[in-house]
């Protein structure tokens, strides 16, 4: 799993540290492997309670009472050392302070020593006023976007259909279909509803949903991509090839291609609805069960895999309405899409971002980034 260095520390790369990972799944959590097509080879096996057992009942009971079990307020990812590119360790994420003593993350520390792992405090996870809230003609990455059932979210990029070569927008499925409630067909508003976008005011109705990846609420299921695509209105103005916000001069650059290489440690920025330009670093890769608070009537909770956890350079990278925000690098590569963050926590108590890989997310939608090209 990992080589001997000076001191009796080990250094663990990136297949040391999946093979970690895997382990402390297995054993901590008690969880087993699943299946998954949509995952490279490369990016390790995905694990989650086996029906049928122990640990699969006790997480559905708690779910079932509006709260979350121990095993899903922890989540692991791979963290880069300051300084050492290549040397990696295991960063376990909790969601409340009391759980760094849990058996859970005691024994994990025990799976890999305590100077191979860190534990980071975030508090709850939830879906993401706002600096973006306005109308904006023609359409522009950031902009306040929504499903007319919910209430706005950020509108991610523009993007075209492999199969038909319609363009549209790219954003959540919770923003863009209302967490699984939508309907191919159904009104995109912008901006949306929080902000003055009205189904019943033509002016505000840019695109139509066409298609989104379910969320599967099941406690064993592996979501990886919280995404939805909506086709673009005929005459709908657009700007599809730059990054801007109004309030920063600081936030333009032109939309490269996509980086599907991405490190912990990058810097990495976005424009959003809610809090517009930010800049901060990938602090973990392949982050597995974060588990979810989905935003709607029934407060339905999911946990995702394969995730990036992101933290700010100064204070928060994002907040609520800042979901569906497409995150690049500082040379403009799309990166990630995010969907979910805490309030609080991480290394400089700003909270956590956490986001879908793009490459996976327009895989699985079967689109590709638009820039007028």
Known sequence: MSRAC??????????????????????????????????????????????????????????????????????????????????????????????????????????????????????????????????CRPLRIGGSVGHAAVTAGTLGCFVRCRTSGDVGILSNNHVLAATNAGARGDVILQPGRADGGCGSLPTTHVAELRDFVPIDFAPDAANLVDCAFAPLTNGVGRTTDRVSDPLCLRADWSVATVDDLILAGAPVRKVGRTTGYTEGSVLAIGVDNVVVRMPGRTRKIARFDQQFAIAGSAGAFSSGGDSGSLIFTQEGHPAALLFAGTESGGPQGGGITYANPIQTVLDLLNLDIYTGQ
Request: hydrophobic share 40%; proline share 4%; with cysteine.
């Open 6 to 135: 000076e001191g009796g520390r080990r250094d663990m790369n990136r297949d040391g540290a999946i093979n970690a990972k895997a382990e402390i799944f297995r054993k901590a959590f008690d969880f087993r492997e699943v299946a998954s097509a949509s995952l490279e080879e490369s990016d390790g096996p995905l694990f989650a309670a086996p029906r049928g057992t122990e640990i699969f009942d006790r997480i559905l009971t708690a779910r079932r009472r509006r709260s979350l079990d121990a095993s899903e307020q922890i989540a692991l990812g791979l963290l880069r050392r300051p300084r050492v590119q290549a040397d990696l360790k295991i960063g376990i994420f909790v969601q409340d302070e009391r759980l760094r003593h849990s058996a859970i993350v005691e024994m994990a520390l025990g799976i890999v020593g305590e100077r191979e792992a860190e534990v980071i405090v975030t508090g709850p996870v939830r879906c993401q006023t706002p600096v973006n809230a306005g109308t």
